[in-house]
C-alpha cells in the first residue's frame, strides 16, 4: 500500500472508531461536567439530562430504585441520552452523604451513589435515633469534624468500609474542600439559576422540566426525545 493510501486508510480507521454503535459500555464512561457534576454515557449526546437531587430526599431514593436499570438499559446505554448528577442539598446530612459520594474519584461515584441512596431508610433512621447528648455536639468543631461526627451518628462511616474504603480515606473525603466547594456551587446554580426548589428535579439541556419528580414523570419525557 502507497503512502496516500496508507494515509486514508487510517482516517478510515479514525472514523469508525469515532462513530462506533453505542454498547454497554457506554453505561460504564463517568466524566466530570464543567459544573462538577458526575455524568454516565456518551459526552456528546444529543440530549443532557441533569437530575438534581439530595441525599436525605425519599423521592430521590425512590427514582433511584424506579430507575436504575431501565435508564441505565433504554437510553443511556444506546448513546443519545447521556445523565448527570447534581447536588441540591438540603441540609448537613445531606452534605455528608454527598462528600462520601465523591469518595474514589469519578469512576467510583454511582456505585457510592447507588449504595447510599439504597441504605438512605437504615442510616437515616440510625441518625435519628441518635441520643440527645450527641446531638448537642454536632454543632462543635470545624466543618469536616462536624461532618464526620455526622457520619458515624447516621453509620456512613460503617457503609463505606463495607464499600472497601479505610477510615484514612473516609475523613480525607470529608474534609476535602475542594469537592464541598463544587457541591455548594451546584446547589447554588439549582437555587439562584434554575429556580429549583424539589428534589429530585430535572433538566434537560440546562432547562427545567416542570412537574417531574419521578421515573413515572421523567420516562415519557424521554420515549419523545429523538435518536
Excluded at 469515532?18 to 453505561?27: G, M, Y
Excluded at 457520619?151 to 463495607?162: E, I, N, Q, R, V
Excluded at 447554588?188 to 414523570?217: C, I, M, Q
Amino acid at each position: 500500500m502507497n503512502f496516500k493510501g496508507a494515509y486514508l486508510a487510517s482516517g478510515l480507521v479514525a472514523a469508525t472508531m469515532i462513530v462506533a454503535p453505542a454498547s454497554a459500555e457506554q453505561t460504564d464512561r463517568v466524566t466530570l461536567s464543567a459544573m462538577g457534576g458526575h455524568m454516565m454515557g456518551n459526552p456528546l449526546a444529543r440530549h443532557k439530562l441533569t437530575e438534581y437531587m439530595s441525599y436525605t430526599c425519599n423521592h430521590c431514593a425512590a427514582f433511584e430504585k424506579d430507575s436504575h436499570d431501565a435508564l441505565k438499559t433504554n437510553f443511556v446505554r444506546k448513546g443519545y441520552v447521556s445523565f448527570e448528577i447534581r447536588n441540591l442539598i438540603l441540609n448537613p446530612i445531606d452534605l455528608t452523604a454527598a462528600m462520601l459520594a465523591r469518595c474514589g474519584g469519578r469512576t467510583k461515584f454511582f456505585g457510592n451513589h447507588h449504595a447510599l441512596l439504597t441504605k438512605q431508610s437504615d442510616w437515616l433512621k440510625k441518625f435519628q435515633s441518635t441520643s440527645p447528648e450527641i446531638m448537642k455536639t454536632m454543632n462543635d468543631g470545624t466543618v469536616p469534624e462536624r461532618l464526620k461526627k455526622i457520619a458515624k451518628a447516621a453509620g456512613l462511616d460503617t457503609l463505606m468500609k463495607a464499600r472497601g474504603y479505610t477510615a484514612g480515606q473516609i475523613d480525607a473525603c470529608l474534609s476535602n474542600k475542594v469537592e464541598q466547594d463544587k457541591i455548594l456551587a451546584m446547589t447554588k446554580y439549582a437555587r439562584d439559576t434554575l429556580k429549583l426548589s424539589g428534589t429530585p428535579s430535572f433538566t434537560l439541556a440546562d432547562k427545567p422540566l416542570e412537574n417531574v419528580h419521578s421515573w413515572a414523570a421523567l420516562r415519557p419525557k424521554l420515549l419523545t426525545l429523538p435518536q
